[in-house]
């Protein structure tokens, strides 16, 4: 719980900021491993509504017992399928409970005051990687599919409900990409509690209406709450911290990764040291708090290049180094004439790093060096290494250098 993990993008002042997410549970489904990932981050950057919510558009009444017709079933006011934190804030789409007071008082659809929804802009909701065809939902997998989600029967929302009142509850929700915690969620599958990956331990990155004085915000908007009955710690038009969670099938994207390539120009340019010298003995740790750590190059990843710490790539990859540069027609175009064992000698080189099968690097491969999509080149520079002398001038005038 401890672990943030960056997972998609929201836009806020100008610029692309990665979503944070904390690790709460894993799990199978369908022979691929699932992690639950619960945002970590509910900061008020991106809209206030997109940080703190109420359960409904504000309009509706709180009392539970009011009713309308959604797809044919007569539901509660606190059904979490018309919601407007799902359909509007989520960016799900579809109906959501509204009241207009003006003419006594009927259910209606409302436009957001951001404009329609579901939404395509990043700039107009944080949530567009996961939802309506984003870039990362086909690697997210619906409650409907993970069993411990849908054995879940507590509270009025829980797809197994069948306690009072469960007829005017309907779950679409389960098929969601991305959906809000409901208490029990954090209670399934050995999860790690509320204590450990609320905001409590991380004040910081949370908007201020989420105080820990207030429980109704330590699981999110309480979804599972029934609003308007004595007892209840929220009621459906109380704020609450918006912080979804999802289910990533770390198969999918373990499928699709791709890796940052290095740039030609590297920059990698150490001084003669009369010893070997590779990407390893350069690479340098730039913040060691980090998991995993951050190093210079930013493109170093240790997993890749020196998982063991004996200086040999993972598994599938292979590093080879060359004499020369491609452009002289040497280096990795001059293939294995050009080969070398170990880079001692000053001058220039180049370094040719290829992933396992499957896998691939990012940006356009360059033909004209041999690159392939697999397969990335860099430049490496070995500097002379400069020698002080000194020189001195005894009193016959004779020079001495030493």
Not at 52 to 58: A, E, I, M, R, W
Request: hydrophobic fraction near 30%.
């Amino acid at each position: 719980a401890s672990r943030i993990i960056e997972f998609g993008t929201y836009y806020v002042n100008g610029q692309y900021r990665p979503l944070q997410w904390s690790p709460i549970a894993i799990s199978y489904a369908g022979g691929a491993p699932i992690l639950t990932l619960w945002l970590a981050d509910s900061l008020n950057d991106g809209g206030t509504e997109q940080s703190v919510s109420s359960f409904t558009d504000g309009t509706y009444p709180t009392n539970r017992g009011s009713t309308f017709s959604y797809n044919g079933t007569n539901v509660y006011a606190n059904n979490y399928d018309t919601s407007y934190v799902r359909t509007v804030v989520l960016n799900i789409g579809g109906q959501y409970a509204s009241w207009d007071g003006l003419y006594g008082g009927y259910p209606q659809k409302l436009t957001p005051s951001y404009g329609t929804y579901p939404t395509s802009d990043k700039t107009k909701n944080k949530f567009v990687d996961f939802t309506n065809g984003g870039r990362l939902q086909n690697y997210l997998v619906a409650p409907s599919q993970v069993s411990w989600q849908m054995t879940e029967r507590a509270y009025p929302n829980s797809k197994g409900y069948t306690g009072p009142g469960a007829a005017y509850y309907t779950t679409d929700w389960t098929n969601d990409p991305i959906w809000l915690v409901a208490t029990e969620d954090l209670s399934s599958q050995n999860c790690y509690t509320p204590g450990d990956v609320d905001y409590a331990a991380q004040k910081t990155m949370h908007h201020s209406a989420c105080q820990p004085t207030n429980d109704s915000n330590k699981v999110l908007i309480k979804v599972s709450q029934q609003a308007g009955v004595s007892g209840d710690t929220m009621a459906i038009d109380q704020p609450g911290c918006v912080r979804p969670a999802l289910h990533l099938n770390l198969k999918d994207a373990y499928a699709d990764s791709v890796y940052e390539a290095p740039d030609y120009e590297s920059g990698l340019e150490p001084v003669y040291t009369g010893q070997k010298q590779d990407l390893n003995s350069v690479a340098k740790v730039t913040d060691a708090s980090t998991f995993p750590q951050t190093y210079s190059p930013s493109w170093y990843v240790k997993s890749i290049y020196d998982p063991n710490g004996t200086g040999a790539p993972a598994t599938g990859v292979t590093v080879k180094y060359y004499k020369g540069l491609s452009a002289d027609n040497k280096g990795f175009k001059g293939g294995t004439a050009c080969e070398v064992t170990n880079m001692i000698d000053a001058g220039d080189y180049e370094v040719a790093v290829t992933l396992p099968s499957g896998k691939k690097w990012s940006g356009t491969p360059d033909s004209t060096r041999g690159e392939t999509a697999q397969t990335r080149v860099f430049k490496f520079k070995i500097k002379q290494k400069e020698i002080a002398l000194s020189l001195s001038v005894d009193n016959t005038g004779e020079p001495t250098v030493t």
